[in-house]
């Protein structure tokens, strides 16, 4: 590797990965569960306890305070070869609100002087008219410092599969973060075969349309998602402003002022009337924002960061939100366990009622594959399989399957699959025709009695399987892109 401090180990512990799995592309809600857990541990202990524990990746490393008040984690998997890159979300301090409030906007590539020795050079998209919001830029600098040697040190280990998750200020990092990574890539600094993967979760806007449409392009193929809670208005900020010069170089208001020259004298006058009197209020809001949120903030900013230089700011204000959006839309029932609050201002976005929704999230019964969809099994359909995981809410698997968890074996020559629904046996034929998985309506099934509703929940969701996909020792069903079973090779 090049460019990121080669076998710097900064005391991080992971164990060789002899078997690294590839990392899937897809909204895996499983995959962005776990990572809520691990998000939540930066929590003081009483929000921890409140959050289940992380069981498929075990902690390896906090970084110190840098920046911004800004920290990350590091999380891995040496049995998957899969290491997450967690970053801390905003918290109390007034520093770390400081990084959202320092709103302006920048250009996507350049440099930043971060002290009087130090400068980031940064290149986020290729459109010079992409900007990002120069607060959480700040943040990136300093947080890409520390991570750059850490993916050095795991890749070393064996581990090539690292997943990007953020939560609130985190997820608008986690942005700017990916798009550096991918650009490290493209330039030959950091290894090709490293595959990322981000989850921005409750994540404000990070730039404007130029530099949403070179993310969504470069992580496309379902590579990155935007989480929302739908009753959440941290998403819904910065405050926007579009301006008719946010728009394409062609566009039908580039030459209105010629074309309004063009008219008759009275016309004239009341067209210019009218299109002054829609543009100028915008573009002096747009000013008013750049001049407060960026040359005001920015002299408190100097403060805390001793010799940092503000940049030249792009004259922007017109914040979008970005990538490929996975809505958790708030229902009657989500509002009774979270209700609005004027005096609670963030309870509809912490942690728990994202995890609440996501639990909850409907599966379609008929999706059907697209873009995002996880790429062809990599291994056959063969041999016996337990159930890990099972998507839904009340779906933890030791307490559904307390002596026994359901399995599949499958006999693919013979084209049958038998198992157990963790109660009963069945046997049943096997329908497979690439990457498509169907399970039948009518089988052979013991028929014993059996306590709770674990065996009907399996059965049920069994139904929905349309697809499935096998890397290494972990076989995955899936309704369209989405994750909802998932088994271990024994």
Not at 57 to 84: H, I, K
């Amino acid at each position: 590797m090049q460019a990121i401090g080669l076998g710097v180990l900064l005391g991080l512990s992971v164990t060789t990965v002899s078997i690294a799995q590839s990392l899937q592309p897809g909204f895996d809600k499983a995959e962005y569960m776990e990572l809520l857990k691990v998000s939540a541990r930066f929590g003081d202990s009483a929000y921890v306890a409140t959050f289940p524990i992380p069981m498929r990746y075990q902690f390896a490393y906090r970084s110190p305070v840098v920046g911004l008040d800004n920290v990350w984690d590091l999380w891995t998997s040496a049995s998957t070869g899969t290491a997450v890159i967690s970053l801390r979300g905003t918290t109390a301090n007034s520093v770390s609100w400081l990084g959202n409030f320092y709103a302006a906007m920048v250009p996507a590539q350049g440099e930043l002087q971060l002290s009087k020795t130090e400068v980031f050079p940064y290149h986020l998209a290729d459109n010079p008219r992409a900007a990002v919001h120069v607060g959480w830029l700040v943040s990136t600098a300093f947080l890409a410092k520390d991570i750059l040697p850490k993916i050095d040190s795991c890749y070393r280990k064996g581990i090539k599969n690292m997943l990007i998750m953020g939560h609130s200020q985190g997820g608008a990092i986690g942005y700017l973060l990916t798009a550096h990574l991918y650009n490290l890539q493209k330039q030959g600094k950091l290894p090709a075969d490293i595959r990322f993967k981000t989850y921005c979760s409750a994540g404000p806007k990070p730039g404007n349309l130029y530099f949403a449409y070179e993310y969504e392009a470069m992580t496309q193929g379902g590579w990155a998602y935007n989480v929302v809670n739908a009753a959440d208005w941290v998403p819904e900020v910065p405050f926007s402003i579009q301006t008719v010069n946010d728009m394409n170089v062609t566009n039908p208001f580039a030459g209105a002022d010629a074309t309004i020259k063009k008219q008759p004298f009275f016309k004239r006058l009341v067209l210019r009337y009218v299109y002054n009197g829609l543009s100028k209020p915008a573009i002096k809001a747009q000013e008013n924002y750049q001049k407060y949120l960026g040359n005001v903030a920015s002299r408190t900013v100097k403060k805390n960061l001793k010799g940092y230089v503000a940049p030249e700011y792009y004259n922007s204000n017109h914040y979008v939100r970005t990538g490929a959006t996975v809505v958790l839309l708030a229902d009657s029932a989500y509002y009774r366990r979270f209700p609005d609050s004027r005096e609670k201002i963030f309870a509809h976005h912490f942690h728990m009622p994202y995890l609440y929704l996501v639990s909850n999230l409907e599966l379609p019964r008929n999706a059907t594959t697209s873009s995002t969809t996880p790429a062809p099994p990599t291994a056959p359909l063969t041999g016996t399989w337990e159930l890990d995981y099972l998507a839904g809410p009340g779906t933890d698997v030791a307490s559904l399957y307390p002596d026994k968890k359901p399995s599949l074996t499958f006999d693919a020559d013979n084209k049958r699959v038998a198992g157990t629904s963790g109660c009963n046996s069945f046997n049943a034929p096997l329908t497979l025709t690439g990457g498509d998985f169907r399970f039948p309506e009518a089988f052979a099934m013991t028929r014993m009695a059996c306590p709770g509703n674990g065996e009907q929940t399996f059965l049920n969701t069994m139904k929905r399987i349309n697809r499935y996909s096998v890397n290494g020792n972990t076989l995955t069903l899936l309704t369209g892109d989405i994750a909802v079973m998932r088994f271990m090779r024994k």
